[in-house]
């Protein structure tokens, strides 16, 4: 359980840290708006106050307690991974998750500030450095997580 935890600290603490230097240092919730690599990436001020999108669900507290219970539910799944890798998944979800949550205690809603284009395409949604660690974090646990039902049959075919 040792990497979850690391990996749930470095995640946390990485976006915590980026949402001080942009949205703080760089004042972007002042400015809202500033080309890094246009129209690739563009650091745009935004405040989620639901979920994913915006779209609205319930209020902060059902969010925060909906964010911890699902953090914990995955912190007693994890208790019986054999992959590192897993682990490590499940960590970059702990640590995503409990910076946003982080957030809307602080705030009142997410602050959102990465946004990426390409293409022609448009895109209006912006999102942080959480939501990338979710994702991975998620990705990785389809990928690698142990499957309960195979480590039954192992053990019943011994």
């Keep these: 359980m040792g990497k979850l935890w690391i990996a749930a600290l470095a995640a946390f603490g990485i976006d915590q840290a980026s ?3 942009v949205v703080h240092m760089l004042n972007l919730k002042e400015v809202l708006i500033m080309p890094v690599l246009p ?4 650091f745009r001020m935004g405040w989620n106050e639901g979920i994913n999108f915006g779209i609205p669900l319930a209020s902060k507290w059902v969010l925060v307690a909906l964010a911890v219970g699902i953090c914990a539910a995955l912190l007693w799944w994890a208790r ?3 992959r590192p890798i897993a682990l490590i998944s499940a960590g ?3 640590g ?3 910076a946003n949550v982080l957030d809307r205690l ?4 997410v602050a959102d500030f990465l946004n990426m284009s390409c293409c022609g395409i448009q895109n209006p949604f912006s999102f942080n450095l959480a939501d990338v660690f979710i994702f991975a974090g998620a990705a990785g646990l389809v990928i690698w997580a142990d499957d309960p039902k195979a480590g039954d049959d192992a053990a019943r075919s011994r």
């Design 19 to 21: 949402k001080v230097l």
């Design 39 to 42: 129209p690739y990436l563009v």
């Design 80 to 82: 019986g991974f054999t």
């Design 92 to 94: 970059l979800v702990v």
């Design 96 to 98: 995503g998750a409990l």
């Design 106 to 109: 602080i705030y009142g809603a």
